[in-house]
């Protein structure tokens, strides 16, 4: 059996095709995880989603800032207007197994025993993997029932930026899928900043990785993440980075996480519209 992680897939349903076989994938052996942001920017989102939910249980998927955006989208949250990538997904005759499925996936997956945690984007310096899964299942339970549909309406905006265990309600909720989907660097007061979004060494001098931050409690753990396609490929130790900057036309990437990080990776053949 092998468990390999692939980066940000956003609709380019070829190069994930192609990857998956140039890993001899077996569905009765292998498991893939997915760092989220399966779809949107790229060909072919409707693609992608049909063919990950094919691979059942074999296939681990947790919510990126663009899956949410899709479930917002369906929920009627039309703050950020129509995009069209999503919707041939949203017409599709499929699209409320679809969009339900999604709506089902994790916000973090935490193997002990592959002392592995993965989300799409970070965590904040005071979270460890413990908490990260608690306020993880926490916001999946509001997504899966009833408080769904108003909560994704009130989805978007980048307050509240600093987390405190006393926010409850919509701005409980919105820190989290904001700190697991969407952050990439941290202020001075732990404050998380969302806008920067150029690698570390073209960032301000004030803000850090979040993966940086002196003493941040889940660096016992190897955390996967996506999300920064400026960053392309990052592995050190308990540290691996995904976004290969696929839909910039550039790569696709998977590792090996049981064992040794074995590196697969397929070239681009889709350029996205607009800047990563």
């Not at 609709?11 to 399966?38: N, Q, S, T």
């Not at 949410?68 to 017409?91: E, M, Y």
């Not at 803000?207 to 990052?234: C, E, I, Q, Y």
Request: overall charge neutral; glycine content about 10%.
């Amino acid at each position: 059996m092998a468990t390999y992680a692939i980066g940000d897939v956003q609709g380019c349903h070829d190069e994930l095709a192609r990857l998956i076989d140039a890993l001899k994938f077996d569905p009765a052996r292998d498991e893939l995880w997915f760092v989220g942001d399966l779809v949107n920017r790229g060909p072919d989102s409707l693609g992608v989603l049909r063919l990950v939910r094919s691979l059942g249980d074999r296939a681990v998927t947790v919510l990126g800032n663009h899956d949410l955006h899709l479930l917002a989208l369906a929920a009627g949250n039309s703050a950020r207007g129509r995009d069209p990538d999503l919707a041939a997904v949203l017409r599709a005759a499929d699209a409320a197994g679809l969009v339900e499925w999604l709506r089902q996936r994790p916000l973090a997956h935490y193997r002990p025993d592959l002392n592995t945690l993965m989300v799409h984007a970070g965590l904040p310096p005071a979270w460890d993997p413990l908490l990260t899964v608690k306020l993880a299942r926490e916001v999946e339970g509001v997504l899966r029932g009833p408080l769904a549909t108003g909560f994704l309406l009130n989805l978007y905006g980048d307050e509240p930026d600093a987390w405190s265990a006393a926010l409850n309600g919509v701005h409980r909720w919105r820190f989290v899928i904001n700190a697991l989907t969407r952050m990439r660097y941290v202020r001075p007061d732990d404050s998380l900043e969302f806008a920067e979004k150029g690698p570390p060494d073209r960032a301000p001098r004030d803000l850090t990785p979040w993966f940086d931050v002196p003493g941040r409690a889940s660096a016992p753990v190897r955390v996967v993440f996506g999300h920064w396609s400026s960053l392309g490929l990052l592995q050190r130790d308990n540290l691996l980075g995904l976004d290969t900057g696929c839909v910039w036309g550039r790569r696709l990437t998977a590792v090996r996480l049981d064992g040794p990080a074995r590196v697969t990776s397929v070239a681009s053949r889709t350029r996205a519209r607009g800047s990563d």
